[in-house]
């Protein structure tokens, strides 16, 4: 049965009666200590992301916060949060922890917006989820825009994907790919036709994969390029990926982003 069709008593799946957004919220931040929390024109910065993603068609949008500040500072605003364990290694596990929590079947449809993305466009948290409900082949979707500089496009911390004529990922990687071999033979003066592609940090699952994934063992590619989605396409999982045009508006990693996002939403 497709996705898109409904049981044979009438009723929708679980996938077509809408998705759910989990933004998990880490309080410990190298660089930015306490940045789930940091003000935001009067929110905290996991607030504004919620706000935001709100705004998407989801049916339900929760934080899964690892410290009962985030969940209180949430519920202070009306925003739903469940407390997870503090101990989880990545995001992915904080998640499949929150789907228990939150008894998401199997066939739910889950997008992981990060916490610190309180620009996210609603529109692409809804692209994201349209895949799997329009691609029933993937195990996980997510987006890219077009690159339109050198500097990005050989810049490592910038992720770069490469797709296959179903709009399906091969490959992501730090390196600039692909790799243009003739024209990257006096070196990397200008970007091949058609524009290669920056990966955007946000992903659907079905949330009876998403509880799979980190008991995955993990990839020697993974390790190597210290990017967790390449497990998914070690192990045979497709992912799915949206293009858009627009690249999405920056997250904040560093003291200088928080100050731009202020200014945002102070005017």
């Given at each position: 049965?497709?996705?898109?069709?409904?049981?044979?008593?009438?009723s929708?799946?679980?996938?077509?009666?809408?998705?759910?957004?989990?933004?998990?919220?880490?309080l410990?931040?190298?660089?930015?200590?306490?940045?789930?929390?940091?003000d935001?024109?009067?929110?905290?910065?996991?607030?504004?992301?919620?706000?935001?993603a709100r705004?998407?068609a989801a049916?339900r949008?929760v934080?899964?916060?690892?410290?009962?500040?985030?969940?209180?500072?949430?519920?202070?605003?009306?925003?739903?949060a469940?407390q997870?364990?503090p101990?989880h290694?990545?995001?992915?596990?904080?998640?499949?922890?929150?789907c228990e929590l939150?008894?998401?079947?199997?066939?739910?449809i889950v997008v992981?917006?990060?916490?610190?993305?309180?620009?996210?466009?609603p529109a692409?948290?809804d692209?994201?989820?349209?895949?799997?409900v329009?691609?029933?082949d993937?195990?996980m979707?997510?987006?890219?825009?077009?690159i339109a500089?050198?500097?990005?496009?050989?810049?490592?911390?910038?992720?770069?994907v490469v797709?296959?004529?179903?709009?399906?990922?091969l490959?992501?990687?730090?390196a600039?790919?692909?790799?243009?071999?003739?024209?990257?033979?006096?070196?990397?003066?200008?970007?091949?036709?058609?524009?290669?592609?920056r990966h955007?940090g946000?992903?659907a699952?079905?949330?009876?994969f998403?509880?799979?994934?980190p008991?995955?063992?993990?990839?020697?590619?993974e390790t190597?390029e210290?990017?967790?989605?390449?497990?998914?396409?070690?192990?045979g999982?497709?992912?799915?990926?949206?293009?858009?045009?627009?690249?999405?508006?920056a997250?904040?990693?560093?003291?200088?982003?928080?100050?731009?996002?202020?200014?945002?939403?102070?005017?």
């Amino acid at each position: 049965m497709s996705r898109l069709e409904t049981n044979r008593d009438g009723s929708d799946t679980e996938a077509e009666q809408g998705f759910t957004v989990l933004i998990p919220a880490r309080l410990a931040s190298t660089r930015l200590p306490d940045k789930p929390l940091a003000d935001l024109g009067g929110a905290p910065m996991v607030v504004r992301v919620a706000q935001r993603a709100r705004l998407s068609a989801a049916r339900r949008c929760v934080v899964a916060a690892d410290s009962i500040a985030i969940i209180e500072a949430c519920h202070q605003h009306g925003i739903e949060a469940v407390q997870t364990r503090p101990d989880h290694p990545s995001g992915s596990d904080r998640l499949a922890e929150a789907c228990e929590l939150l008894r998401l079947g199997d066939d739910a449809i889950v997008v992981n917006v990060q916490g610190d993305e309180p620009l996210i466009e609603p529109a692409l948290i809804d692209a994201v989820a349209r895949l799997l409900v329009e691609r029933p082949d993937a195990s996980m979707g997510t987006a890219a825009h077009p690159i339109a500089s050198v500097a990005d496009f050989t810049n490592p911390n910038v992720v770069k994907v490469v797709l296959d004529a179903r709009q399906l990922a091969l490959y992501f990687s730090r390196a600039p790919i692909p790799w243009w071999r003739d024209g990257f033979a006096q070196g990397i003066a200008t970007l091949p036709q058609p524009a290669p592609l920056r990966h955007i940090g946000i992903y659907a699952y079905r949330a009876g994969f998403l509880r799979q994934f980190p008991a995955l063992p993990q990839a020697p590619i993974e390790t190597g390029e210290a990017l967790e989605q390449l497990r998914v396409l070690w192990h045979g999982h497709r992912i799915a990926v949206h293009v858009t045009e627009v690249a999405p508006g920056a997250g904040v990693d560093t003291p200088a982003d928080l100050e731009r996002v202020r200014r945002f939403f102070a005017s």
